[in-house]
């Protein structure tokens, strides 16, 4: 999963690059485009969204959710993370109107799908429960906006990408791109070195073992202990550096370095598989199509987004638009630090 908030993974959002000028309005949470987000809306989101305790304990091991005030309030990190969300899905829902796209029922089921497997608790964490039990956790309307935002996200891309998001439309789009709609299943070494990367492919031309290797020498300690297997998926569900390869190597044939962050990977596609209808879907929303790329620097030259300062401000963090909240003032400057709470902290 990708995108826009990084707190919601099930939500694949376009990395909207929407720009803050030619907005101003004195009430309300935020605006887009004109249309203004009201600081009630936002105040029954955040609410619906800390009324799951499932949801709150897969929220609450990335950042506080509770603000330090006497009284019942949220940290403003938390409020920012569902204002992005309510600022995304009107860019969003406002394009798919103007492009007249309509909800399929493959969208319905393929959202609910990555919403749902998104909200997965780690096996053997705190948060046991599984992302359907989350999903139906949640206030019916907090699951509409999540719904609502990825139905239109991945009717979006699909449009992007040249096909509908409908059964036949995913089967012609399977025929035309089989590299990325089948399944391959992969093997990966992650190592610190480009030097060590490439001892490692000699090693593996000359006769060494791909599992061996990925035993021994593999810095990912969880794939390496299974030979370096990652199981059978779709080469979109990638990074954008990865999927590339994975959906073009020769089989049985280890890939050249490729850069993972600040260490390498070497790949190994080991078998390729017709996947499912639904496996398709997938690919065919996780595709980056070229277009997808030329339409988010269009919308970003003409959409305008206005957020109250209260909240925060709307700025490119990490190549994606959000919600960055405000800092309170510096302890030095404050008579008793401890007595108060800092702006940027809580609201109620």
């Not at 998926?233 to 990638?238: K, L, Q, R, W």
Request: with cysteine.
């Amino acid at each position: 999963m990708k995108k826009l908030l990084a707190l919601l993974g099930p939500l694949v959002v376009l990395s909207l690059a929407l720009s803050g000028c030619g907005v101003s309005t004195s009430s309300g949470a935020a605006a887009v485009n004109g249309t203004t987000i009201s600081i009630s809306e936002l105040n029954q989101t955040t609410r619906d969204a800390a009324q799951s305790p499932l949801f709150r304990c897969l929220l609450s091991q990335q950042s506080a959710i509770n603000g330090a005030g006497m009284h019942a309030t949220y940290s403003s990190r938390f409020v920012g993370q569902q204002l992005s969300l309510l600022v995304a899905r009107a860019e969003i829902n406002a394009e798919v109107r103007r492009l007249h796209l309509v909800t399929t029922a493959l969208a319905m089921q393929l959202s609910e799908s990555q919403i749902a497997s998104g909200l997965n608790g780690q096996a053997g964490g705190s948060c046991s429960a599984t992302g359907a039990q989350v999903l139906a956790s949640l206030s019916a309307s907090y699951r509409s906006l999540l719904t609502v935002l990825q139905v239109d996200q991945n009717l979006l891309s699909a449009y992007l990408a040249g096909a509908p998001l409908t059964n036949a439309g995913v089967r012609d789009y399977s025929r035309a791109h089989p590299d990325v709609a089948r399944l391959a299943c992969v093997s990966a070494i992650l190592v610190a070195k480009r030097s060590l990367a490439e001892t490692i492919i000699a090693r593996i031309k000359a006769g060494a073992s791909f599992a061996g290797l990925a035993k021994t020498d593999s810095i990912d300690t969880q794939s390496g202990a299974n030979g370096g297997a990652l199981g059978c998926v779709y080469p979109g569900e990638f990074a954008s550096g990865l999927a590339k390869v994975v959906g073009t190597i020769s089989l049985n044939t280890p890939s050249a370095p490729v850069a993972f962050g600040t260490n390498y990977v070497v790949l190994e596609v080991t078998h390729r598989q017709t996947g499912t209808d639904a496996g398709a879907a997938l690919a065919l929303v996780s595709s980056k199509s070229a277009a997808e790329a030329q339409f988010v620097d269009r919308l970003g030259a003409r959409s305008q987004v206005w957020v109250n300062s209260q909240y925060g401000s709307w700025r490119l963090v990490s190549g994606q638009y959000q919600i960055v909240s405000p800092t309170g003032p510096l302890n030095a400057q404050i008579l008793n630090p401890a007595a108060i709470t800092p702006l940027g902290d809580t609201y109620s």
